[in-house]
């Protein structure tokens, strides 16, 4: 059971280009999230998806594209990189129940020069 | 690993000491709270949650304590340990939401001296 797995752990792009940071989850979650975690201001929700097929804004969606095609897999796309999405980004998953309480991935530093 | 907030409040105990971390939150429809650990290069860790019916809850080592009058929340750690040493989150969420909406503050650093 390996959790929540994110994959690059380190990224460094240029501006303007594009990219897909990888989620995946083995433990039958049906909650997914993406969070940006900024020096000072704690974790920000990007995007999120309730199942298969389904997916919300957050809070900062601009900028960032998402997908649900499996309920294991929840990649966040990033179609033209700019210096602004220089951030630590988490996957995170959960449960569908009364705990709300996240799993999160170790993340994926990424940096926009 | 990677700085999770360079200007966040700190808190420093003695080892065996325990440790009180304050928590403001904004939302008065919030009904829902959670504290997260994020040790350094990793993800935040569930800690203890608690709902807005209840004012305590105990855990391992670990009380959270909820006042809804002046929306306040505190995380208690019983006889600090090195291990606890960590960024600390509080998180709030309104269960009407389908707790999607979940609003992380910024977080206090614990150092634990030895």
């Known amino acids: 059971n390996a959790g929540v797995t994110q994959t690059p752990k380190f990224q460094v792009l240029k501006t303007g280009q594009s990219m897909t940071l990888q989620c995946a989850q083995d433990?039958?979650?049906?909650?997914m999230s993406w969070y940006r975690q900024d020096p000072g201001m704690g974790l920000r929700l990007i995007h999120y998806?309730?199942?298969?097929?389904?997916?919300d804004q957050g809070e900062v969606p601009n900028g960032y594209n998402v997908s649900r095609s499996t309920t294991e897999d929840f990649p966040l796309r990033l179609l033209s990189a700019a210096p602004s999405q220089t951030s630590v980004y988490f996957c995170?998953?959960?449960?569908?129940?009364?705990?709300?309480?996240?799993?999160f991935g170790s993340g994926t530093r990424l940096t926009v020069v | 690993g990677e700085s999770v907030g360079l200007h966040l409040p700190t808190l420093s105990v003695q080892e065996g000491d325990n440790s009180i971390i304050n928590c403001a939150y904004s939302n008065s429809a919030s009904d829902y709270f959670i504290w997260y650990k994020q040790e350094s290069g990793k993800g935040p860790q569930f800690i203890i949650d608690?709902?807005?019916?209840?004012d305590k809850r105990q855990g391992q080592r670990v009380t959270v304590l909820l006042n809804k009058t002046v929306k306040h929340l505190s995380l208690q750690i019983a006889a600090t340990q090195p291990g606890d040493s960590a960024v600390y989150f509080c998180a709030e969420n309104a269960l009407n939401t389908g707790g999607f909406k979940t609003i992380f503050g910024a977080g206090t650093r614990l150092f634990v001296k030895a």
């Open positions: 433990m039958n979650h049906e909650y």
């Open positions: 608690i709902r807005s019916n209840m």
């Open positions: 995170a998953s959960r449960k569908r129940g009364t705990n709300y309480g996240y799993t």
């Open positions: 998806s309730v199942g298969a097929g389904i997916t």
